[in-house]
């Protein structure tokens, strides 16, 4: 009998930068495509299209698709209309996929080239804190399914992620901070010195200076990328990336996409944190300190009322269930986690009324 090594796992670079100058010599050194498709939104798109069109036109003809910006659209009906663009262009097995913009056009992207042709390949353009952080690394592409985040999708590797932290000048705010909600979570699930320089940096980070935008980024990939290295296909380690999300997701799509991603994931990480301290795993102190910072960047704002039967029913379809029960992933102290199953109806209902009158 002979083994053979699992070589599925291909490694990809991942740039941090504060230009596009170097995108076309990155990707020219891990493909030669025969056309190359930017996906993009319509918020992008004015923004940076034809420049990174531009720096692409060497390397092959360069057509672009756009879609309706927002996390209403992260949807089959989409993904449809991107694969028949992609058909009417005539994009084959040879053609590159850009995913240009936040963690929607990545995630949705990335599921049309991991499934159009049975995967064509891609590389991760984010745009946004939360895409630069966080969702433009570990392979997880995908859509919403009726009531259910990212039901539908796929563990399928980019070729390339290329963070230009200069698109940062150009987004909203409100994203900025939604961003910074999941360099939090990194901090606090693995590395408290993240969490402590992204509470020191507070002013730089929110006025947006690239230095220190890059810094937080790369140490927040590599705390992504140690998790992802160790369980690609969320089997265990990878479940602590999830931190805040089991409650997050369920309040994102209750609240209509109301809230976004970032700061559903706070509200979830608030929750979570709360139920840590009511077991006796997480010092008071500790979901004081979580709390503050996550307050102090505009995070936590007066939650509108969830049914708490709701909330229940939408995380009852979360990913992490095995056999019946959810892997729900608590607090220990800032910077390690501690995974359960048996979190309760009861423990829910408590948690949704802390954060209501917390966050006021
Ligand atoms: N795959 C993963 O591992 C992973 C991880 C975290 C989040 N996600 C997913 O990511 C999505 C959230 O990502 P997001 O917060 O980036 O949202 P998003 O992609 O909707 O972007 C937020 C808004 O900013 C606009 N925008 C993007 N870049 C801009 C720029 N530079 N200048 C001006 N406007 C810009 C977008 O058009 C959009 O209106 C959710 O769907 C979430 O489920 C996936
Ligand atoms: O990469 C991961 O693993 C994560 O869980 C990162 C999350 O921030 C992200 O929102 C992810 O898309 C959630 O995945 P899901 O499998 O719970 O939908
Ligand atoms: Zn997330």
Not at 220 to 225: A, D, L, P, Q, T
Not at 307 to 321: L, R, T, Y
Request: hydrophobic fraction near 40%; include cysteine.
């Amino acid at each position: 009998m002979k083994q053979l090594k699992e070589t599925l796992n291909r490694p990809y670079k991942i740039c941090i930068a504060q230009d596009f100058n170097g995108l076309c010599s990155y990707i020219s050194q891990v493909v030669k495509p025969s056309k190359i498709c930017i996906i993009t939104d319509s918020h992008v798109a004015p923004f940076y299209l034809e420049v990174v069109a531009r720096e692409l036109m060497p390397l092959a003809p360069v057509i672009s698709t756009i879609f309706e910006a927002g996390e209403a659209y992260k949807n089959s009906q989409t993904v449809a209309k991107l694969y028949e663009s992609l058909i009417e262009h005539g994009l084959d097995r040879s053609s590159l996929i850009i995913a240009l913009g936040g963690g929607v056009v990545g995630d949705m992207a990335g599921f049309v080239a991991a499934t159009y042709m049975r995967g064509i390949g891609f590389v991760q353009v984010p745009t946004t804190v939360l895409a630069q952080n966080d969702s433009s690394i570990g392979g997880k592409v995908g859509i919403d399914f009726m009531s259910y985040k990212n039901m539908v999708g796929a563990f399928y590797n980019p070729l390339l992620v290329y963070s230009n932290v200069g698109t940062l000048h150009s987004l909203p705010k409100r994203e900025i901070i939604g961003g910074l909600a999941e360099a939090i979570k990194h901090g606090l699930i693995a590395n408290e010195a993240l969490f402590y320089l992204i509470k020191d940096k507070r002013e730089a980070l929110l006025k947006g200076e690239l230095a220190i935008l890059e810094e937080m980024t790369e140490i927040s990939c590599k705390v992504k990328c140690e998790v992802v290295e160790a369980d690609q296909k969320e089997q265990g380690l990878r479940r602590i990336l999830n931190f805040g999300h089991t409650l997050g997701h369920a309040i994102e799509t209750l609240s209509h996409f109301n809230y976004s991603h970032g700061e559903s994931v706070a509200y979830g990480m608030a929750m979570a944190a709360f139920i840590s301290f009511k077991r006796g795993y997480l010092q008071k102190e500790a979901l004081k300190e979580i709390i503050s910072v996550c307050q102090s960047f505009g995070l936590l704002e007066p939650i509108q009322s969830f049914e708490a039967q709701a909330v229940w029913e939408n995380m009852s379809h979360d990913k992490k269930k095995q056999h019946g029960q959810i892997a729900f992933i608590l607090l220990r102290r800032i910077g390690e986690t501690v995974i359960v199953k048996d979190v309760s109806f009861e423990e829910v209902e408590a948690a949704l009324q802390f954060i209501e009158e917390t966050c006021q």
